[in-house]
């Protein structure tokens, strides 16, 4: 069973390629156990807010969650005491993406000795698990009873829904208000959990947090690059050598986790993500960036030759359209047309594009989240890098079916 | 106190915006309109004499989704 296929209940298999971290010991059918937890990572080491930050920022830790926010500088805008709020995010909302479910189910202590590591330096109690996944909370669920230390986490089930994972649409669903974004944006560290500053992250960057707490800086410094130490999770999709949910060492180099691919475009960063040509690329964010990309919600996906590229995209499209919350003019009527054009584009029917390039330009930025600016940075890298597809379709099309290689939620592939 | 001003800007609130597009038409110097009615405002910052006008934009929304802030 491929990835592609698998029912949403499945755990997707790990696949371990030699940097084995925060997903020591977890399988897609074995959960980690406190036991084997502690046994792998060591007693859990608590640290203060001071070190936290430093050793944050030393080993330059980014947010996991897509944004790659500095975790020391949130860390720093917070004033330690019984007030401070933790929220880790675990709503992980990219259909692509199965990093964060793969943590929680498998080893969900990893994510919970993060959490009980912040709690400690910001010196609260007041820690939240925010979860789409059932099955990811039932594990997040047993592992906190499993331990004697974390009777105190709340984790909260919230509504599924790309934009339901944006941090302020998620501090609205734990607050049991509909699981939107507000208009009007305020930093989690200023007003987060119950209206009190609140540390709010990725459950991954809790993981790594975790770990640097135990490792210290320079053991944490020991995998990965100069410029980025340590290992990123990531869902490697589609045709690739090794399908599946993998802890990858940074510096690790792109081509070897897509495979020879040729000249297909290789998706980065999931849904909000960008199609690329590019080759000699590596796992660094900083490096990344400069060639314009963003390793976002960690995933890399190839295309198998047999399905229609074009009609991939538009079927994802599509969904991206239908996932906006409503809420702001320009992602719901601006989405719904490019979703419309694409569609077209795919079917061969004449499409105006240059009104398409136009809308494609005009929505990032004008919304109250960053999906309509990630949906179209989607959309506009497909079509220009499937510009040959594009030319084809213009012909009438290109033959090929569309398989529905690009996993949507409650559909079969 | 710095001495250095902060930049004004005008933004939108556009979980209010419904696109009635006054704002549009009261400074289409700065404020344009896209196929839909929503406004694509001009990005740079708003100097003393953009002040007013930019203001007045502001008040004219029905909706009070167009902001001058500081930042």
């Given at each position: ?8 209940t499945?755990t997707p298999?790990v696949?371990s ?26 007693p859990l080491?608590?640290?203060t807010?001071a070190?936290?930050?430093?050793a944050?920022?030393?080993v330059?830790l ?6 790659a ?8 805008a ?13 709503s992980?909302s990219?259909?692509?993406?199965h990093?964060?479910?793969?943590l ?13 590591v ?14 789409h996944?059932p ?5 997040l669920?047993?592992a ?7 009777a ?5 089930v919230?509504a599924a829904g ?14 049991g208000r ?8 305020v ?5 987060g959990l119950?209206?009190t500053p ?7 960057t809790?993981?790594q ?6 490792l ?12 980025e ?12 050598p ?18 020879a ?17 590019e ?10 960036r400069e ?13 198998p ?11 994802v ?7 906006s ?30 009104a ?6 005009l929505?990032?930025?004008r919304g109250?989240?960053?999906?309509p ?5 989607f959309?506009a890298?497909a079509?220009?890098?499937f510009?040959?597809?594009?030319r ?10 569309v398989l529905?290689?690009?996993p949507?939620?409650?559909?079969a592939? | 106190m710095?001495?250095?001003?902060r ?6 609130d ?24 929503f406004?694509?405002?001009?990005a740079s910052?708003l100097d003393?004499?953009?002040?007013r ?6 008040l ?12």
């Amino acid at each position: 069973m491929t990835l592609l296929d698998m029912p949403p209940t499945a755990t997707p298999p790990v696949v371990s390629l030699g940097a084995t971290r925060v997903l020591a010991g977890a399988s897609h059918h074995h959960a980690v156990s406190y036991a084997e937890h502690r046994a792998l990572a060591g007693p859990l080491v608590y640290r203060t807010h001071a070190w936290l930050c430093d050793a944050a920022r030393q080993v330059r830790l980014l947010g996991r969650g897509g944004a790659a926010f500095p975790v020391a500088t949130k860390l720093a805008a917070l004033v330690p005491g019984p007030a401070t709020g933790v929220l880790v995010n675990g709503s992980e909302s990219d259909p692509a993406s199965h990093k964060d479910r793969v943590l929680m189910r498998s080893a969900p202590h990893r994510v919970i000795d993060g959490a009980m590591v912040v709690g400690a330096a910001l010196g609260t109690a007041r820690i939240t698990i925010a979860v789409h996944d059932p099955l990811a909370a039932r594990a997040l669920a047993d592992a906190c009873r499993e331990r004697g230390d974390a009777a105190a986490v709340r984790i909260a089930v919230t509504a599924a829904g790309f934009v339901g994972g944006e941090i302020r649409a998620v501090l609205n669903a734990v607050e049991g208000r509909p699981a939107v974004p507000d208009g009007r944006p305020v930093l989690p560290t200023e007003r987060g959990l119950d209206g009190t500053p609140t540390f709010a992250s990725n459950a991954e960057t809790f993981a790594q947090l975790g770990l640097l707490a135990v490792l210290g800086t320079s053991g944490y410094a020991d995998v990965g690059t100069a410029s980025e130490p340590g290992t990123s999770l990531g869902t490697l999709l589609g045709d690739v050598p090794r399908p599946g949910v993998a802890e990858i060492a940074h510096g690790t180099s792109l081509d070897l986790l897509t495979g020879a691919t040729g000249d297909r475009p290789v998706l980065l960063g999931g849904y909000h993500g960008t199609w690329s040509r590019e080759r000699g690329l590596r796992l660094d964010r900083a490096a990344l960036r400069e060639h314009g990309l963003d390793w976002g919600a960690g995933v890399l996906a190839v295309l198998p030759r047999a399905t229609c590229p074009l009609g991939e995209v538009a079927r994802v499209a599509r969904w991206l359209a239908a996932e906006s919350a409503g809420q702001c003019g320009p992602c719901v009527f601006g989405l719904a047309a490019i979703a419309d054009d694409l569609t077209r584009l795919h079917a061969g029917r004449p499409v105006d594009v240059s009104a398409l390039h136009r809308r494609l330009g005009l929505i990032a930025g004008r919304g109250a989240c960053g999906h309509p600016a990630g949906a179209v940075r989607f959309v506009a890298s497909a079509v220009t890098a499937f510009s040959d597809e594009v030319r084809a379709h213009a012909g009438g099309g290109c033959g090929r079916p569309v398989l529905g290689s690009l996993p949507l939620p409650g559909r079969a592939a | 106190m710095s001495a250095r001003r902060r930049e004004r800007r005008l933004v939108v609130d556009w979980t209010r915006c419904d696109g009635h597009g006054l704002c549009a038409r009261i400074w289409p110097e700065r404020i344009g309109v896209d196929e839909w009615g929503f406004p694509v405002l001009d990005a740079s910052g708003l100097d003393e004499d953009d002040l007013r006008s930019a203001r007045r934009a502001a008040l004219v929304c029905p909706r009070l989704a167009l902001r001058v802030i500081s930042a």
